[in-house]
């Protein structure tokens, strides 16, 4: 017995004046995803930094298995006094490997009133990332750009209220110059759906 018979048969017997009115479902679909997480930073190569800071990030789910993104980083470095250290800039696609980018709901509506929505129960969802960055180091006495790609792993951990946990781990290539440095990068935050 679905949900929309148990509460058509519970308003039936409770309300009998009332069961003459209609019970209507409707659903909606979350494809947009706003993300506020803290990013951790690590450059190896020809000089170690490493820095922590804000990420700011925006997915659109194309379909259930496939999202386009954009974000933006600041890392902050506390080595001598609170300062700058890059810039960053992403663009992403996004693929799941477990669950699906658009969260389903359900509206039960009675007599033009909703009554109750229900999220469907879906997988945790796993996901693969390949962005192409741009990364705005900064030095002492100017700014160097350093371009290239990475690859993260992402999860949404559990959910509080209506936000997603979420942690990402991602692996990278920059070229600053005729140098390269591998950046690692971890992110832990939380995300909302529209």
Same mark, same amino acid.
Request: proline content about 3%.
């Given at each position: 017995?679905?949900?929309?018979? #148990? ?16 019970l ?23 000089s ?11 997915r ?26 890059? +810039?960053?800039?992403?663009? #992403? ?8 980018f658009? !969260?389903?709901? !359900? ?9 109750? #929505? ?74 909302? +759906?529209?």
């Amino acid at each position: 017995m679905g949900l929309k018979t #148990s509460l058509g048969m519970f308003i039936g017997l409770a309300f009998p004046a009332m069961a003459q009115e209609s019970l209507k479902v409707s659903s909606e679909s979350k494809r947009v995803q706003v993300a506020l997480t803290t990013e951790y930073s690590y450059f190896s190569g020809a000089s170690s930094l490493s820095g922590m800071g804000p990420n700011f990030s925006i997915r659109y789910a194309v379909d259930r298995k496939l999202g386009i993104g954009i974000s933006m980083a600041q890392g902050l470095t506390i080595d001598q006094g609170l300062a700058a250290l890059y +810039s960053s800039f992403r663009s #992403s696609v996004y693929w799941a490997l477990n669950g699906s980018f658009t !969260k389903e709901n !359900k509206i039960y509506e009675f007599a033009g009133r909703p009554m109750i #929505s229900v999220t469907g129960s879906r997988k945790k969802l796993v996901y693969l990332m390949g962005s192409f960055e741009q990364y705005l180091l900064n030095g002492t006495t100017q700014v160097f750009p350093a371009t290239g790609f990475s690859i993260s792993l992402g999860m949404e951990l559990f959910r509080i209220s209506n936000v997603d946990v979420i942690a990402e781990l991602g692996l990278g290539l920059l070229v600053l110059d005729n140098r390269t440095s591998i950046p690692f990068n971890a992110r832990l935050g939380g995300a909302w +759906s529209f």
